[in-house]
Nanobody, 117 residues
Framework: QVQLVESGGDLVQPGGSLRLSCEAS????????MNWYRQAPGKQRELVAS???????HYTDSVKGRFTISRNNAKNTVYLQMNSLKPDDTAVYYC???????????WGQGTQVTVSS
């Protein structure tokens, strides 16, 4: 079993910054990728950013240049640095881990990010 614990969500004004963290624990072997998804009210969950075991990163277009994903392998932790936040970034952010070779996925419980003045 794998447990994911997210933290860092908060209420922030437009233009502000937040850093989300997600620590993985349990039976963690051969992580293929660590991802951040988000789900806004009434919308589908979307992939925001991902980082593979080879540190290859991917971002959805709406966050490019504003968000940065990184990982600390020693701590099994993935981060999402979010700058220049906009009200459209308001959502519950979920951490996701994909393990090799099964490509099984695990999810965190989510952390709320609210961007509002």
């Amino acid at each position: 079993q794998v447990q994911l614990v997210e933290s860092g969500g908060d209420l922030v004004q437009p233009g502000g910054s937040l850093r989300l963290s997600c620590e993985a624990s349990g039976s963690i072997f051969n992580i293929y990728a660590m991802n951040w998804y988000r789900q806004a009210p009434g919308k589908q969950r979307e992939l925001v950013a991902s980082i593979t075991s080879r540190d290859s990163t991917h971002y959805t277009d709406s966050v490019k240049g504003r968000f940065t994903i990184s990982r600390n392998n020693a701590k099994n932790t993935v981060y999402l640095q979010m700058n220049s936040l906009k009200p459209d970034d308001t959502a519950v952010y979920y951490c996701n881990v994909v393990l090799m070779p099964t490509m099984r996925q695990y999810w965190g419980q989510g952390t709320q990010v609210t961007v509002s003045s």
